[in-house]
């Protein structure tokens, strides 16, 4: 089946901008994680929704970083007034028992 | 605060050798300790797991060797590849999967 599909794969913006990036978990799964990676670090924890709640946004940097997930399924992660810190690469995963499936991410670059 | 420690950073084995990278974390609360696979461009990919009342587990060519008393667990490549040139990245987690990951380790198998 489908594994987990991210938009935009790539997003450049520009200091001071909003963007939003998207999350379409698989099918049925009620978890769904955001993480971020930055160049040649392991990803980083940032969000964990179980249904429709964030269970967790203990990794939320600072409240410039906002997510939703209305529906229980997609998933929007929204950053304010970027900053070139926040260029990084933002992988979404959702889970079942086997484990987290990550989907390919997406890169942000703040100029 | 660093949970998971990886070594090496990089790592160049002769094909069909073997890649050993070691993981140590320090939270006792963790009780799932899978590893993932990342190739340029995607997203972390889920290899291989344990769980901390085994002390081994074998899928293929790859191994997981998990000392608790130590804090320490390993993935063992057997007679590795080039197509197995990729990052490798140990993670932990405990209660609900918030999984926290090591730095990772690039490994490249030279023909």
Redesign the interface.
Known sequence: GAGVSQTPSNKVTEKGKYVELRCDPISGHTALYWYRQSLGQGPEFLIYFQGTGAADDSGLPNDRFFAVRPEGSVSTLKIQRTERGDSAVYLCASSSAQGLFFGPGTRLTVL | QQQVK?SPQSLIVQKGGISIINCAYENTAFDYF?W?QQFP??????LI?IRPDVSEKKEGRFTISFNKSAKQFSLHIMDSQPGDSATY?C?ASGG?????????TKLQVIP
């Not at chain 2, 461009?41 to 889920?46: E, R, T």
């Not at chain 2, 609900?96 to 990772?104: A, M, R, S």
């Open positions: 990886q899978p993932y461009g995607k997203g972390p990919a889920l797991a990245f993670a609900y999967q918030k999984v926290t990951f090591g730095t990772g």
